[in-house]
């Protein structure tokens, strides 16, 4: 976005959303037109249906370097979500912080299969484990709000994400939070009607092949499962029936194929009689449930 020989050339919406989805292609980015659209309604204070609306308009000079320095920021493959400071989950806006991970459209169906489970509950108390940003959670409340949520994190920060995004999601009469590395500081009782949880599941090895999105912006305690990405997954499992009613469950977000070997360690080391897989809309199994 450069003007050429001392000149000031006049740059509409459209100029600018052309040149910077080859700009951001070029670096790798994957979906740079997009990302181009959102960056532009961001730093604009408006809408992605406004500004094609809108593509005759010039942008003014204090836009186009407010533009830029973003566009840079996402060049250097910074998530969107960061930059803007929000990520849509549920249809919610949910806001994130550098250090607290990105809520992500797979984990959807890990609320799909937690509202399914308490349904039928008149006051279904659920635990999630490692909230993160709480969209779970908070999704959980906004779809259910007879349910109570206590969210748990090893990271303030998190928590304190999840708190205020719940208060503006207007649900957090319904959600406590609790610093806690996994049950650490939960006090055992049979409780619960639901644990739930996006552990992390990747494996150590695979951390460094991740895409600069992740591997670079994302927190490395929310993404290392351990040597096969199963540690957290054997640490949830053998505890949660302390934590659960007797007809409790605990629902977790698995990596792609791990879900038998999520089901094995459930039915072996968590003592959980029925065993359920669950697909995402990409047709791979996603969450994996342990009824007692």
């Known amino acids: ?3 050429s020989h001392g000149t000031s050339q006049r740059w509409t919406v459209k100029d ?8 951001l292609a ?3 980015v994957s979906s740079p037109r997009l990302d181009a659209e959102v960056l ?3 730093s604009l204070g408006t809408d992605r249906l406004h500004l094609y609306l809108n593509l005759d308009r010039p942008l003014l000079l204090h836009e186009r370097d407010r533009y830029r320095d973003l566009v840079r920021r996402r060049a250097e493959r910074e998530p969107v979500a ?5 990520k849509e989950f549920w ?6 912080a550098p250090g607290v991970l990105i809520p992500r459209p797979d984990t959807e169906i890990l609320v799909d299969v937690v509202l399914e489970e308490i349904k039928g509950i008149a006051s279904p108390w659920v635990m999630e484990v490692g909230t993160g940003s709480g969209a779970v959670a908070v999704s959980i409340l906004h779809e259910n709000p007879k349910a109570t949520v206590l969210a748990t994190d090893v990271d303030t920060l998190s928590l304190q994400i999840a708190w205020l995004n719940a208060k503006e999601a207007h649900v957090n009469g319904s959600l406590d939070c609790a610093a806690s590395d996994l049950f650490s ?6 409780g619960f009607d639901v644990i739930c949880s996006n552990p992390p599941y990747i494996p150590t090895e695979n951390i460094p092949a991740l895409e600069r999105e992740i591997r670079d912006f994302e927190p490395q305690r929310a993404l290392d499962g351990g040597p096969d990405g199963l540690d957290v997954i054997r640490r949830l499992s053998v505890h949660a029936r302390d934590y659960l009613k007797d007809s409790g469950a605990i629902i977790l977000e698995v990596g792609d194929g791990q879900a038998d070997s999520v089901a094995d360690i459930l039915s072996d080391l968590g003592g959980f009689s029925a065993i359920y897989r669950f697909l995402d809309l990409a047709g791979k199994l996603r969450v994996v449930k342990g009824k007692v």
């Open 26 to 28: 070029g670096k790798g």
């Open 82 to 86: 960061l930059i803007t400071g929000t």
């Open 40 to 42: 532009l309604a961001h």
């Open 185 to 190: 500081a939960i006090r055992p009782g049979r």
């Open 91 to 96: 249809s919610l806006p949910f806001r994130v």
């Open 16 to 23: 600018v959303l052309d040149w910077t989805g080859r700009y």
């Open 1 to 3: 976005m450069k003007a």
